[in-house]
């Protein structure tokens, strides 16, 4: 059985003893992960990697993810990715061909749309209907800057109707904000969405993708783009989640804050959120006939994006999360 192994304990130490991976903590406590059961690694804040550990996850290609003890993406190693080269050609010609792009742009924002809105139907909530003027303008958008606008708009409809979804429960969320997240909804989310993040960039690696080289958000700078593009439909599986934890697991003292006012799952906590992304990542949905663990479907939706760069007439259809089922 395979195993994502999630490391944010401060000073604990991951090495490599042969055919597995060690993990001691700063109590002298030792735990071994033996490597053909590890299919990726998370390591938050102060824990020490080994030269030997490193090398065995770049050698079976195993994706390590490298973050902040408040969730804050570092970086993101893995082993070469071989081959794919002409399909990589093709990503670039489209990341520099604006108007080749918008097609795939504009479906992946009305996706993420669509699927925003069942989120807020699934909970009856009435702002689902103030999406709707943003799903149709994201369909027939002219460029990118309108397209951007009317993901922003959809998204503050969006996050006004998550909030209310909230009442009932210790939090309070009024309106979505990072760099740094200033309270637990947001700092919760946040986490989530670099959980997800981890998930994408994994498969682009798959299929021999640029993370970096995407149709809709700016590829000029140090953002993994593609990969941001690509989990853009997929971040209401956070959402969902995270509401649910806000509103039965989580409670305000499994957060901290610091004097500049970041705010983050506190150290001991993140455990809850790690085993309940588990749990959904091997949950099996009914998608497209068959059932299928939701970590599957993710990576099988980065597939759709490869087969859109290989064959031009293909039409690139994002996950809609209403055509999922038990």
């Known amino acids: ?62 994706p390590t993810t490298l973050l902040s003890r408040s969730g804050w993406l570092h970086g993101h190693v893995q082993g070469e990715c071989g081959g794919q080269v002409r399909r990589r050609a093709r990503q670039y010609a489209l990341m520099a061909d604006e108007a080749a792009a918008l097609p795939a742009a504009r479906a992946l924002i009305t996706a993420k749309l669509r699927n925003q809105r069942w989120l807020l139907r699934l909970h009856e909530s009435p702002a689902a209907a103030g999406l709707e003027s943003s799903i149709a303008a994201a369909q027939t958008a002219e460029n990118a800057a309108h397209l951007r606008g009317f993901e922003g708009s959809g998204a503050r409809a969006y996050f006004a109707g998550f909030g209310a979804l909230l009442q009932g429960s210790p939090f309070t969320f009024f309106g979505r ?3 740094p997240a200033p309270d637990p909804v947001n700092a919760l989310l946040s986490l989530g969405y670099t959980l997800l993040l981890g998930e994408v960039r994994s498969a682009l690696h798959g299929y021999g993708l640029d993370p970096f080289a995407g149709v809709f958000h700016a590829s000029d700078g140090g953002q993994p783009s593609c990969a941001l593009d690509l989990m853009e439909p997929l971040r209401p599986l956070v959402d969902r989640l995270s509401l649910r934890l806000a509103r039965h697991e989580l409670e305000l003292a499994d957060f901290q804050q610091d004097a500049e006012g970041a705010c983050w799952l506190g150290d001991g906590r993140r455990g809850k959120l790690y085993a309940a992304w588990e749990t959904l990542m091997q949950e099996p949905v009914l998608w497209q006939g068959e059932h299928h663990p939701y970590r599957q479907i993710i990576h099988r939706q980065v597939g759709e994006f490869a087969r859109y760069l290989d064959e031009p007439s293909y039409e690139f259809r994002p996950l809609a999360l209403s055509a999922l089922g038990r």
Request: some cysteine.
């Open 1 to 62: 059985m395979m195993c994502t192994l999630y490391l944010d304990q401060p000073g604990a130490r991951l090495g490599r003893e042969g055919w597995q991976l060690v993990l001691k903590d700063r109590e002298g406590g030792e735990r071994g992960f033996p490597l053909e059961q590890v299919d990726r690694v998370l390591i938050y804040g102060r824990v020490q990697l080994t030269a030997d550990a490193l090398n065995a996850l770049l050698e079976r290609g195993i």
């Open 177 to 179: 904000h990072h760099h």
